[in-house]
């Protein structure tokens, strides 16, 4: 399996992100969208904007171990975000450099796209990661 970040001559730049992944293997392992809860479904605090995406991506990176992967494996991330004011990319590089290096994040990032969103599954909830990947 590999997986190709690329940004190609002519997309703009900088981002904190590749624009494109070319990935070849047989599994294809999609995360659902993961929020700051435990196992048992207890809030996890902090509850700022940061701290919410720091732990949603380390369930994303939970879903993706129980499957074999990691973010190495990563052909696509979506966040779905609340805060959606000019405060909110100050935050999420915040939470995002957070854990970076504890999870193995890539830097550049996988193609990501950060959806501003009225509501998502409970009123505290700020952030929400999904994340395909493939394997073999």
């Known amino acids: 399996m590999t997986v190709d970040l690329i940004t190609p ?4 730049q900088p981002v904190p ?18 929020i700051a809860r435990d196992e048992h479904a207890n809030k996890l605090s902090p509850g700022d904007f940061a701290g919410q995406l720091a732990h949603a991506l380390r369930n994303t990176a939970r879903g993706l171990a129980g499957a074999g992967a990691s973010f190495a494996d990563v052909v696509r991330l979506r966040v779905y ?16 450099e957070s854990v970076v290096e504890e999870l193995g994040i890539p830097q550049p990032l996988p193609p990501l796209s950060v959806i501003g969103v009225n509501y998502l599954f409970e009123p505290d909830v700020l952030v929400e990661v999904e994340a395909d990947a493939v394997l073999d």
């Open 81 to 96: 975000v609340i805060p959606t004011d000019e405060t909110m990319y100050a935050d999420f590089m915040r939470g995002l």
């Open 9 to 12: 001559e002519g997309m703009f």
């Open 17 to 34: 992100y590749h624009h494109v992944s070319v990935s070849s293997g047989r599994r294809h392992v999609s995360v659902s969208g993961q």
